[in-house]
């Protein structure tokens, strides 16, 4: 069952990537705003995280690097703007679901 949350990180990890590096035309468009889909986006990459990692606080320290190297990624993709706007509402999706897990885990 470990391996399928492992897979599910991996799959999550790629979804990012390739929502966050294709040319603007070809990303996936949702009715939400831009910054509450990095947030939410975000917020399930950290959900999976803690519940698979035993050390979540440096997988979600990871996952603010990817954040910041996808965003910065954007400045030379066709169609695509990089914002420190949008850096934050991820970091923010990242606080928040490691916030939650946690406390759910505590709880449990």
Same mark, same amino acid.
């Given at each position: 069952m470990k391996i399928l949350v492992y897979i599910g990180i991996v799959i999550i990890v790629a979804a990012l990537c390739y929502c966050s590096l294709v040319p603007g035309? @070809?990303?996936?468009?949702s009715k939400l705003s831009?910054? @509450?889909e990095h947030a939410l986006a975000y917020f399930v990459a950290a959900? $999976?995280?803690v519940i698979t990692i035993k050390d979540p606080f440096q997988a979600l320290f990871l996952l603010f690097i990817l954040a910041a190297l996808l965003e910065t990624g954007q400045k030379w993709i066709p169609g695509r703007? #990089? #914002? &420190?706007s949008? &850096?934050?509402y991820s970091c923010s999706g990242i606080i928040a679901g490691?916030? $939650?897990m946690k406390s759910v885990l505590v709880m449990v």
């Open positions: 035309w @070809l990303r996936p468009q831009g910054n @509450l959900v $999976v995280i703007t #990089a #914002a &420190f949008h &850096f934050l490691g916030i $939650v």
